[in-house]
């Protein structure tokens, strides 16, 4: 299982299965070449650029890139969403990725942007969010099924 995370909108891009990527001459690029990938996508969040990992009411926040550090080999990305603070530790199954979540300072509920095959371990579903009250939100999985 392979993924694409966005640290500029801070965000799950695509998520796939089988061979990693397709290099191309990548390499010689000026920075806006994309490599493709080799496997199979069975998660595609390009084209919802304004869809956040997070929504919150205020259309003028954007999310804040901290960076990231690695635990076991893997990134466990950090982020603002306004006063909200979100680590996302991303992790494959044979079944699919699970993306752990922590989100500190909710003090309302939290919309998580969860389209298509994703599911939570807790809240409720709105749609293409998932809500969750600010104790669940300190921390959850999202499931996301290759299947």
Known sequence: MNYC???GNCRLRY???GEFLNEGDISRSNGNRQAGIKGEKFWDGS????????KVDDPKVKPDFKGYRLIDGQP??????GDLEVTE?????P???VN???IANANAPVKIYAKSNISSNVGERDGDYIVVNPKQAT???LTISAK
């Open 15 to 17: 998520a796939w299965s």
């Open 47 to 54: 084209g919802d650029e304004l869809s956040y990992t997070i």
């Open 5 to 7: 995370w966005d640290a």
């Open 139 to 141: 921390e959850l999985k």
């Open 76 to 81: 466990e990305f950090s982020y603002f969403m």
């Open 95 to 97: 079944d699919g990725i």
């Open 100 to 102: 752990q979540l922590k």
């Open 89 to 93: 530790f991303i992790t494959s199954t």
